[in-house]
């Protein structure tokens, strides 16, 4: 059985539902208030432990009252928390408002997440190097992302990089990535090329692998997603479901394509079930909720 290794944020989502985005400067009335736990890294590990899968979490949570319950969660589903510490700070939060049609827009706090060092993932370097896989995003301090990667590839543990949220990320990262999976404001912010066709997903997918990463997977949402590799585009289709909130349906995807990989599928038939997982996150409202068992998975493979 595949060991898999998740080092990055652990925020507390404050979300609100709403028909409509207010416009700037309007005001509009919301639908409903919920506290989810969330976070890119912990979503990944959440969702990694739902499919079956023996996870670590290495990061960082604050001295409030948010983190003990995220520690007792992480606790009852298996996930181990021998990499999380605890700062006097707040943990992350994160601001998220859902419309109507389950999509959203998110605005982060780090909070304790701004504390994961470089130092630090050196001092839990153990529990990358023992894993198969690692799985990194970028709502931790890039040096701390670096770090990670750094000793996962002198250890031979294969790289998957979410580079969520977009933004710069360092050249010496995209050649450390084993597979890279932006959705299409992340690859534009790493290419400069919007890749909304079948042809501007070649051309991301040639631009990030000339940058060294050994693959990339492009998510394209209800579309599924675009594998280059080889010099190779392929396409595999998503999946239709009654999606209210696609809220970590990215992270749901990264830890569904961490977990086949891990039991010996190829990249292709990968991240097929990537899309399905993905695709049955968007079922329930929350980060976590909709996150799927392998059962589920399958069911949707096969149905
Ligand atoms: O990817 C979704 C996540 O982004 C949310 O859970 C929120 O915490 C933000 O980090």
Redesign the pocket.
Known sequence: MSRFCVAG?L?I?LVTRTKRFPKKGETVQGESFSTFT???GA?QAVALSKLGAETVMTGKLGNDIYAAQYMEYFRKLGISTEGITREETSTGI?V?TVDENGENS?I?IPGANGRVSAEYIKEKNELIAKADFLLLQL?VPMEAVLEAAKIANSAGTRIIFDP?PAGDVPSELLKLADIITPNETEAEALTGIRPDDQTGFEAAGKALTAKGVKAAVMKAGSRGAYIYQNGRLIHAEGFKVNTVDT??A??TFNAGLAYALGEGMALRAAVRFANAAAAISTTKHG?QDGMPSLNEVQGLLEG
């Open positions: 944020s925020n989502d969330g976070g890119k979503n994160a998220i998110i982060i709502e969520a809220t970590a990215g992270d980060a």
